[in-house]
């Protein structure tokens, strides 16, 4: 099976500040990865999504950095603002479905 | 313009009476999902369809039942609801394993 984790539920950052948030898989076989983002009230939006040959993949503001030796996964926010506060889901591909971990909730503190 | 909506936005319902939350989308996507989704946690796939295949997670309650009449709608009929049910029910859709493009979701209360 494939188990997803994250390593902080919460993160509090300084708006303007860089964001970090990080996941973790154990199924090496794991071949695509997606960040959601979610506000309150409201569905996961897509922010960002990486195969398992690339390590790095940029969009407008984020960035995601995939690990496959250790099964690590990461979403940098860059100048944090106000309107990225929301949870944040990773999902990994497993089989035909794909595992979310817990979600860790960003705050941006003014 | 909205790709998967979902309907009604908010229900409300009680305990035991069978409530359907709907489903449609403009994508063409051939897989659709439902997940539940309880407070502060990840959501919870129910069951998805491939097309008209219809794919039951192991641990998904037998209270809780899917159609797909065509390819744009999907339903999620909760039979004899009960408190734990009460959550937000997520309907997403995709290409066969690509990204899921998720709706606003209905937000189930029990009373």
């Known amino acids: 099976g494939e188990s997803v984790g994250l390593h902080l539920p919460t993160l509090s950052v300084q708006e303007g500040d860089n964001s970090i948030i990080n996941c973790a898989y154990s199924?090496?076989?794991?071949?695509?990865f997606i960040w959601y983002k979610q506000e309150s009230g409201k569905g996961p939006q897509f922010i960002i999504d990486?195969?398992?040959?690339?390590d790095k993949r940029q969009g407008q503001r984020v960035t995601v950095l995939l690990n496959k030796t250790v099964k690590h996964l990461s979403l940098q926010i860059a100048a944090t603002q106000p309107g990225d506060s929301a949870v944040y889901f990773c999902?990994?591909?497993?089989?035909?479905?794909?595992?979310f971990g817990p979600g860790t909730r960003l705050s941006v503190l003014p | 313009d909205a790709m998967v909506i979902q309907n009604p936005r908010y229900q409300v319902t009680q305990f035991g009476k069978p409530v359907t939350l709907s489903c449609s989308q403009t994508l063409n996507h051939n897989v659709m999902y439902w997940y539940q989704q309880k407070s502060s946690q990840a959501p919870k796939l129910l069951f998805h369809?491939?097309?008209?295949?219809?794919?039951n997670e192991a641990d998904t309650p037998d209270n809780f039942q899917s159609r797909r009449p065509n390819t744009s709608f999907c339903f999620l009929d909760i039979r004899s609801p009960g408190l734990g049910d009460a959550a937000m029910y997520l309907c997403a859709t995709s290409k066969v394993g690509d990204t899921q493009y998720f709706g606003p979701g209905t937000r189930l209360t029990v009373l």
């Open positions: 990486i195969r398992s040959n690339m």
């Open positions: 199924n090496s076989a794991s071949d695509y």
């Open positions: 369809y491939y097309d008209k295949d219809f794919n």
């Open positions: 999902a990994v591909r497993y089989g035909q479905n794909f595992v």
